[in-house]
T-cell receptor
Framework: NAGVTQTPKFRILKIGQSMTLQCTQD?????MYWYRQDPGMGLKLIYY???????DKGEVPNGYNVSRSTTEDFPLRLELAAPSQTSVYFC????????????FGPGTRLTVL | GNSVTQMEGPVTLSEEAFLTINCTYT??????LFWYVQYPGEGLQLLLK?????DKGSNKGFEATYRKETTSFHLEKGSVQVSDSAVYFC????????????FGSGTRLQVQP
């Protein structure tokens, strides 16, 4: 049982490049989330999904896109990378029952130069 | 909207000292409250949680009580260890709905031997 896994761990992008951050969970959770953590700050919600085929915007969705074709996977796409997207990105998942604890992946550290 | 306010850090203590990290919140409805811990270079781990008023969450010697009348969820530990050095995040989960976490800005704890 690996929990929530994220790849890559680190990435450096040039301005204008694009990439996909991968997130997979093996706990059969319906809810999945993408957060970003800027230095010295708490986490902010980018996008979330309440099940396969259903996604919605969080607080800071501009410059990102997501898809949820399976229960397990929730990739985050960055188009036209900008320096403001330099951050650490965390994926998390949770069940749809009363237990609303979120389980986090180890994070992806992204630098845009 | 929902918000979480934590005391500014860093907090520097000697080993075996008493720890309090203050957390207050603003929320609609009846949120669940959480403390997450982030060790250097790692993702967030759930430390403890409380799901209704007057509940006390506890784990690894840490405690926090859900106080609806003061909208607070202060984290306490009677005797800290060097291994407790980390960043601590207070968070709330909105229910019902998307159940995304709203985080405080985090408090860095440094414990000196």
């Amino acid at each position: 049982n690996a929990g929530v896994t994220q790849t890559p761990k680190f990435r450096i992008l040039k301005i204008g490049q694009s990439m996909t951050l991968q997130c997979t969970q093996d706990m059969n959770h319906n809810y999945m989330y993408w957060y970003r953590q800027d230095p010295g700050m708490g986490l902010k919600l980018i996008y979330y999904s309440v099940g396969a085929g259903i996604t919605d915007k969080g607080e800071v969705p501009n410059g990102y896109n997501v898809s949820r074709s399976t229960t397990e996977d929730f990739p985050l796409r960055l188009e036209l990378a900008a320096p403001s997207q330099t951050s650490v990105y965390f994926c998390a998942s949770a069940t749809s029952g009363r237990e609303d604890t979120q389980y986090f992946g180890p994070g992806t550290r992204l630098t845009v130069l | 909207g929902n918000s979480v306010t934590q005391m500014e850090g860093p907090v520097t203590l000697s080993e075996e000292a008493f720890l309090t990290i203050n957390c207050t919140y603003t929320a609609t409805g009846y949120p669940s409250l959480f403390w997450y811990v982030q060790y250097p270079g790692e993702g967030l781990q759930l430390l403890l949680k409380a799901t209704k008023a007057d509940d006390k969450g506890s784990n690894k010697g840490f405690e926090a009580t859900y106080r609806k009348e003061t909208t607070s969820f202060h984290l306490e530990k009677g005797s800290v260890q060097v291994s407790d050095s980390a960043v601590y995040f207070c968070a709330l989960s909105s229910r019902p709905g998307r159940r995304a976490l709203t985080f405080g800005s985090g408090t860095r704890l440094q414990v000196q031997p």
